[in-house]
């Protein structure tokens, strides 16, 4: 276990040191890091004083040296716009990001794996087939469109909710969440519910091919023979022999949300880091769209290796046949 | 497709009408068929792929042809006939009085350029990387797959999304970036594939008779490959359009010079608290049809080329 566990952080930090390059040479080696680095508006003057204080005149193993050494203090640079540090911008946005992907992640497994049980029990019967349907159309329709969608039906046809920003928001130790007032969750539904709807058919597909797949296992025909209730069968012996793969795989779409949080957040003007990426691309401030990618790396790349651990204690298999190769 | 489930497939026609000769193709196409809906997502999808090839034809109007607009019919609803006599403008106006099912039309071209260009490219390059890890094994594989396996782990918009914040807009950058989040999902697919064909007797019989490697992977193994490729390729090209369209409409896509449905969409979004929902709407509506009827031929040829499903 431990020679599994010391494995897969190496892999993690080879991920994030690739990540690291990578990055390095998209702003630094190709096209000029002035351009990216220093303020469109600065004079000739400004622009080499800047150069010079950046190390930009450097050769560029030094510069590399440079960026990975401020990127241990997690320092990425100064936002032109906002004139602060945009390690310090991109944190500020965190909480409301966090807030609405737990939220869309504990939405599609309450409404999904209901859902995708029913359809993988009665995979012919007229709900199940619907139920299958809206997962296509949940699964391939652009996430933006079906943002849209619920804005001009909730919002602007029937007045039910706002369409944008966050509303109303209390301090809970020390982060200031929405969920706790009226106004943040009348706020919060709609976001919550577009950025889940996309998990939540993946959801429903995965239940519904595990439902199938553990309904013909033996074990199911033996606690039927016993004469079990179905409700039993259903809660004790399916949902617990599909939970694993579908909390594993929603554990490591946990990243992608973060990532999909950025079309939401600017569907719906949610002031998190994804509409903050969206503004900075805009105004060309290009320090916090580095820093967004280095910290949305972080997160991905930890969310990854947690669900990989958690994953292989549950399951010997997974580390046993990591180990052997 | 394995000699047994091609014998399977056979011989029951075989014995009713000797003279027919069945082949897989033959019957994945009649599997395909089979399904009205899947028919019917083709029927849609060929007819978008028309209308966006034949646009400037079918067009009332070149929308991007600034001497055909009348700001005087600016922002008409749907239905509504031009101020100055010249015809009914379907789907509404925008802003500019562009004919907004003109711009549909145009804008099904660029979004389908852009995901078919997108796709051909990521299939060149992700089926020569597959195939060759799957052929080589040892360290070209493991090599080729940490790459795919790296990439795979962060999602496709959040890439997409960073290397057009640091290029800029244009329609070949947007090329380029589809090309790079999508060539892993081929490596990957063609792999796994090849992998398994790799270790049979018709590979080794190729090898025996001192055949070029790349004879070998190209000639050999990849036509045994195609099935899932063919699957993931369709899916993938709705992705691809989905993913143009998002970029877009993020406003970090194509250029305004040449809106996809996606920025189509993006422009109309100003409008739409307003109560002027069709700027918006259409264009998304064209997009999702176009997505939709892709899934549909995608789901089916799935269940067509798994040879779990086949009786």
Not at chain 1, 203 to 217: F, P
Not at chain 1, 277 to 283: A, F, G, M, P
Not at chain 1, 297 to 306: K, P, Q
Not at chain 2, 242 to 254: D, R
Request: glycine letters at 8%.
């Amino acid at each position: 276990m431990i020679v599994y566990i010391l494995r897969r952080i190496g892999q993690s930090l080879v991920a994030l040191a690739a990540m690291a390059i990578l990055v390095f040479i998209g702003v630094y080696a190709i096209g000029n890091p002035v351009d990216i680095l220093i303020n469109p508006e600065a004079n000739q003057a400004e622009i080499a004083a800047t150069t010079a204080r950046l190390g930009l005149d450097k050769p560029l193993w030094e510069q590399f040296a440079r960026f990975v050494a401020h990127l241990f203090q997690g320092d990425l640079g100064t936002s032109f716009v906002y004139g602060r540090p945009a390690t310090e911008i991109i944190l500020q946005r965190l909480p409301a990001t966090m807030e609405l992907a737990l939220t869309a992640l504990v939405l599609s497994l309450v409404i999904g794996v209901p859902l995708g049980v029913y359809a993988g029990l009665k995979p012919d019967s007229i709900g199940g087939r619907s139920v299958m349907a809206a997962s296509i159309l949940g699964f391939s329709l652009p996430n933006f469109w079906q943002g849209l969608l619920m804005i001009l039906i909730f919002a602007v046809l029937l007045g039910w909710l706002p369409a944008g920003g966050r509303g109303e928001t209390v301090e809970l130790l020390g982060i200031r969440v929405s969920f706790l007032t009226v106004d943040g969750l009348r706020h919060m539904i709609l976001p919550a519910l577009n950025l889940a709807l996309f998990k939540m058919s993946l959801v429903i597909r995965l239940t519904r091919a595990n439902t199938r797949e553990v309904c013909l296992q033996e074990y199911i025909k033996f606690a039927r023979a016993k004469g079990l209730s179905s409700t039993r069968i259903v809660l004790v012996h399916i949902l617990k022999n599909i939970m694993i793969p579908v909390v594993t795989i929603l554990g490591l779409e946990l990243g992608s949300m973060i990532a999909f949080a950025i079309v939401t957040e600017t569907v719906f003007a949610w002031p998190g880091m994804g509409k903050l990426l969206i503004d900075s691309i805009n105004l060309l401030d290009r320090p916090v769209i580095v820093a967004y990618l280095m910290l949305t790396v972080v997160i991905i790349v930890t969310i990854n290796l947690i669900v990989d651990l958690l994953y292989s204690a549950l399951d010997p298999r997974v580390r046993l046949s990591q180990v052997k190769s | 497709m394995s000699d047994d489930a091609f014998i399977s497939g056979l011989a029951p026609i075989a014995a009713a009408k000797p003279v027919s000769i069945d082949t897989p193709l033959r019957r994945i196409v009649r599997g395909f068929f089979e399904d009205r809906l899947a028919v019917f997502g083709l029927a849609i999808f060929i007819a978008i792929v028309l209308v966006a090839i034949f646009a400037p034809l079918i067009a009332p109007q070149n929308p991007y042809d600034l001497a055909q607009l009348d700001v005087l019919d600016g922002g008409l609803p749907p239905g509504s006939a031009s101020m100055s006599g010249g015809g009914i403008y379907y789907l509404g106006t925008d802003e500019q009085g562009r004919d907004m099912l003109s711009a549909i039309l145009y804008g099904l071209r660029i979004s389908l350029l852009v995901a078919t260009v997108s796709l051909a490219f990521a299939i060149v390059i992700g089926v020569t990387a597959g195939t060759t890890a799957a052929y080589f094994g040892g360290k070209v594989d493991s090599l080729i797959m940490r790459v795919v396996d790296l990439q795979l782990s962060f999602p496709a918009i959040l890439i997409a999304l960073i290397l057009l914040a640091l290029w800029g807009r244009g329609v070949d950058k947007v090329i380029i970036a589809l090309v790079i989040v999508q060539w892993a999902y081929y490596a990957r697919t063609v792999r796994s594939s090849a992998i398994v064909e790799a270790r049979k007797d018709y590979i080794e019989a190729a090898h025996c008779l001192a055949l070029s490697h790349s004879r070998i992977m190209f000639h050999h193994l990849l036509p045994n490959c195609l099935p899932p490729l063919i699957v993931v390729a369709t899916v993938q090209i709705a992705q691809a359009i989905a993913l143009e369209a998002t970029l877009s409409f993020l406003g970090a896509g194509v250029p305004i010079t040449e809106p996809s449905l996606g920025l189509l969409i993006a422009n109309g979004y100003n409008y739409l608290l307003s109560g002027r929902y069709w700027v918006s709407l259409f264009p998304g509506v064209a997009l999702v049809v176009t997505i939709v009827a892709i899934n549909l031929v995608g789901d089916r040829l799935r269940d067509v080329f798994n040879p779990r499903l086949q009786k």
